[in-house]
């Protein structure tokens, strides 16, 4: 390159506008011109191509990989960190949603509901083959009564806490044999508590298994679509209450107590 050249190039470097590169790189192709064209790009080493590549991908594996194991310690965790369900109860729900054995119900809607008996009430299939069943019942003799049907969660909260310190349980106890709020199936205004009339001293306790109505009812309940809800040992750890049958003759009573199959069929 001549010094003339050299003298126009740096003029033309010194033009450039404050800033911008314009002339410099007009400065650059007009001496790329100058370059056989063979020897103008020089291929980058492939070593370093490997390398800068190889970087890039153990990067992008290593984010890959923590992302993936942070979703695998979370996932499990999530239950713990978020607060606990229930307000007052320092208990957690389980992977399969249940909080000291109860699984999570939603409350029935008002609109649904229809009385069985004075100050009782459950939805309206429910009711009526409730009111078909003791009405079954009473022709054979049998006299069943409702002792308790729909609660709503409010009156299960009290039942809970209220109840269970009157009678100094403490929540892991009183779970035993009462739901906490939002996880009882009188919620859903499928399940109704039954007694015997002619035995009201076995109203609530395992006593009234040596009932008429608790036969009548084992022989004849499933026709009307109730089961018991918590047998002996049943899988959800509940204790044994012979007088709460719910009510599944329904596809919504069905898949809401699904749950609750599933688990005693996943059990041996
Ligand atoms: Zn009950």
Redesign the pocket.
Same mark, same amino acid.
């Given at each position: 390159m001549s010094p003339r050249a050299t003298g126009r190039d740096s003029r033309e470097r010194s033009s450039a506008p404050n800033g911008s590169t314009r002339g410099l790189r007009a400065t650059r192709a007009g001496a790329a011109a100058d370059i056989p064209l063979a020897r103008r790009s020089r291929p980058q080493p492939s070593g370093k191509a490997s390398l800068g590549s190889r970087f890039r991908w153990s990067l992008f594996g290593s984010l890959l990989v923590g992302s993936l194991a942070v979703a695998l310690v979370l996932g499990p965790l999530r239950p713990w960190l978020a607060p606990p369900p229930v307000s007052g109860l320092n208990a957690r729900q389980g992977a399969d949603g249940r909080l000291l054995g109860h699984f999570p119900y939603p409350e029935a809607p008002v609109a649904s509901l229809v009385t069985v008996a004075p100050g009782h009430q459950l939805r309206e299939e429910a009711a009526q083959e409730l009111l078909a069943m003791q009405r079954a019942a009473a022709d054979d003799g049998v006299q069943i009564r409702v002792i @308790?049907a729909f609660r709503n969660v409010a009156l299960q909260r009290h039942l809970f806490f209220e109840v269970g310190a009157e009678r100094n349980q403490s929540p892991e106890v009183r779970a035993r044999v009462s739901a906490p709020p939002g996880f009882s /199936? &009188?919620s859903t205004g499928y399940?109704?508590?039954l007694g015997d009339g002619e035995r009201p001293q076995t109203n609530l306790s395992t006593s009234f298994e040596s009932t008429e109505a608790f036969a009548w009812l084992q022989a004849n309940a499933a026709r009307f679509h109730y089961q018991l @809800?918590f047998p002996a040992n049943n899988p959800q750890g509940v204790s044994y /209450?012979p007088? &709460?049958w719910r009510f599944e003759g329904s596809t919504d009573a069905l898949s809401l107590f699904e749950p609750a199959h599933r688990l005693g069929r996943a059990l041996p």
């Open positions: @308790s /199936e &009188h399940a109704v508590d @809800s /209450e007088w &709460h």
